[in-house]
């Protein structure tokens, strides 16, 4: 089974770094024209120019997903620069601040993430479905979480964001797979991410014992997440609608 873009256009946010990055660099190895949106000006570009360099069709655009108009702009350019958008993949986010319990939390930090993780997928999927009705096709993946299906201490406001995710998923995709748009979740588990290493980082001994709870008994690869999102906005993916698929090496599974 080949997965093949050719001819198609995939936008991925987040895009330049981790998973974000590995599926935009897999989409244009698959024959895609790729848009990369970050919030990192240089990087996104630099990582743009990367898959030029390569042979590969590409534009890096610096957006913050929590600013809509910042969004529209951006989906704006896309489309003006290749004339469509088949497949997105809304992989921005954030984690909470710190890791306290909710009594010694800010509103402010709850605000912050809720933006980035929530109101950035909707943004983002409002403009990439404006550009997909016109062609009565898309498909759309939007990047939750482990946390997203679970519950995880002391980041309660990441965790509701990320569940939030999957039922603005399962709603949005009932409201248009009848005009031919295909709208799935995915939840990765703990991988090997610039995020993930800063957690490390930052709390060791915690990281320690969640890694450990992996049943597979190790981090995923982003390249292992990046290939179910292609999959999933690939023809061989047709029937599955308003989904969630969880790639945390069984986590969630306990």
């Not at 014992?209 to 990046?226: N, Q, S």
Request: net charge negative; proline share 2%; hydrophobic share 45%.
């Amino acid at each position: 089974m080949e997965i093949t873009f050719k001819d198609k256009v995939a936008l991925v946010t987040g895009a330049a770094v981790g998973i974000g990055w590995t599926a935009a660099r897999m989409f244009a190895e698959a024959g895609a024209s790729v848009v990369l949106i970050d919030m990192n000006k240089q990087q996104v570009e630099e990582r743009a120019n990367e898959l030029i360099a390569s042979g590969h069709q590409a534009i890096g655009l610096a957006c913050d997903v929590s600013k809509e108009e910042e969004v529209k702009a951006v989906i704006e350019q896309a489309v003006a620069t290749f004339g469509r958008i088949d497949a997105a993949y809304n992989n921005a986010g954030i984690h909470a601040a710190v890791r306290e319990e909710l009594a010694d939390t800010e509103g402010w930090d709850f605000d912050h993430v809720m933006a980035v993780n929530l109101r950035g997928i909707w943004n983002c999927m409002k403009y990439e479905l404006m550009e997909m009705k016109k062609q009565s096709s898309g498909a759309i993946v939007n990047c939750s979480s482990q946390g997203g299906v679970v519950g995880i201490p002391y980041i309660g406001a990441y965790t509701a964001s990320k569940h939030a995710i999957l039922g603005l998923t399962k709603s949005t995709a009932l409201e248009y797979a009848r005009l031919g748009i295909r709208i799935n979740a995915i939840c990765p588990g703990t991988c090997d991410t610039p995020m993930v290493r800063h957690a490390c980082e930052m709390s060791p001994d915690h990281m320690a014992r969640v890694i450990d709870a992996i049943p597979l008994g190790r981090v995923g690869k982003p390249e292992e997440i990046a290939a179910m999102v292609l999959l999933l906005c690939s023809d061989y993916a047709g029937f599955a609608i308003g989904q969630t698929w969880e790639m945390d090496g069984g986590y969630t599974v306990m």
